[in-house]
């Protein structure tokens, strides 16, 4: 099914920004928060695995229900989760455009990548793990 995306900081990430290898970082970041009526229609429970497949890519995150999000949207924190489905050009802004995309949600049975793993699948480095 498609959504739009939005993505922005949590309370939660800021507090584990410092250590991007931690467990609760890459928790709260492989976070896609929706709406519950959403979930319920793709038959998914909080913290069942999804496919999230935007203009750029796909990456595996998990799913949580939240009363904050609206219908027919889905939230997920920026960070490497939200780096493998968004574009990286900035159009001179110097942060790419993370808001507003159309993203396919489908239930899957794959579990979500380790940041480190993420990094590498990008051409990137690997955190210190």
Known sequence: MTYLM???R???QGV???NKTSAEYAAETST????????MELGLDDGDTIRVTGPCGEVVMRAAASPEVEMGTVFVPYG??????????????????????K????????????VH???????????DR
Not at 80 to 101: E, Q, R
């Open 10 to 12: 949590t309370v939660n």
């Open 6 to 8: 939005l993505t922005g």
């Open 117 to 127: 793993e993420l990094m590498e699948d990008l051409g990137g480095l690997a955190y």
């Open 80 to 101: 490497p989760y939200a780096n493998h489905i968004v574009a990286a050009g900035t159009c001179s802004t110097g942060m790419p455009d993370f808001k507003s995309h």
């Open 16 to 18: 584990t920004v410092e």
């Open 103 to 114: 993203v396919e949600i489908e239930p899957t049975d794959e579990e979500p990548k380790l």
């Open 32 to 39: 896609c928060f929706m709406h519950e009526f959403d979930m």
